[in-house]
């Protein structure tokens, strides 16, 4: 990549972080007891609205992109150490990979230690994967190669790895013109998903109505055991079917209630290549860091 094409394609990925970390702080105000009904109203939460983990850690994905063009799996680990804030709402096995990391475990070691022995499958390499998509835009070969690299850092398990190949191969597809719409992005992105069930997950999504989202969330899971089976098929469902209107891809994407900070956080990283992000929502989401390389 010459410089131009560089500050292009980190342009975009901050762009995609953008749409994360507002999907993502956007979900995670709806976890409150009265949060079916508000939902159904379109009752936006009261701001500031405070991201989670999920911005987080893809806060480090973009400044390893920024800095090395790539992923490097040793320097990304570094970064999600330095970076890390307990209060964030991180899962039990990230607590666990962040202790062993910081005590001097090797990163892979840690990784593949966690949930005796298999490492991790749930959704927190996809969660971070978009801007990955983003800056590789129009290459999925090497979104899905670097979003691989980036999962494994803490996600040694094969079905971790392919949650964030599937979302960076989708958001790959989306941020060049023209893109593949709906069912069409969805059959696009499964070429490049390892077999396994999150790939059989996104491909029983293709054949779902669009406008089945409840439907969607039953059949497909919509992230309530935070795997990525049962996480990336319906993130990518919603985004696949609402490219055209951030809004109402978040809105449908929380409706499905589940894990709805990483579904909203998904689905926000992919669909800001696509659709303006409202700037109400942009002003409620707490501040991004200054990114640095």
Known sequence: MGKASIAVGLARAVHSLHGLSVGDAFGERYFRPDAAERIQGRVLPEPPWSWTDDTEMAISIVEELGARRRIDPDSLARR????YTPQRGYGGGAHDWMAAVRAGTPWAQAARQLFDGQGSYGNGGAMRAAPIGAFFAGD?????????????VTHAHPEGQAGAIAIAVAASLVSVRPHPPGKALLEEVLPWVPPGPTREGIQAAAELDPASTQEAARRLGAGGRVCSED???FALFCAAHHL?????????TVSGLGDRDTTCAIVGGIVAMTSEIPLEWLKAREPLPDLHG
Do not use: D, G, I, N
């Open 244 to 252: 055209t209107s951030y809004e109402e891809a978040l809105w449908t």
């Open 80 to 83: 999600f150490v330095e970076r």
């Open 231 to 233: 996480t990336v098929p």
């Open 140 to 152: 999925p070969q090497r979104a899905a190669e670097e979003a691989r690299l980036s999962a494994s």
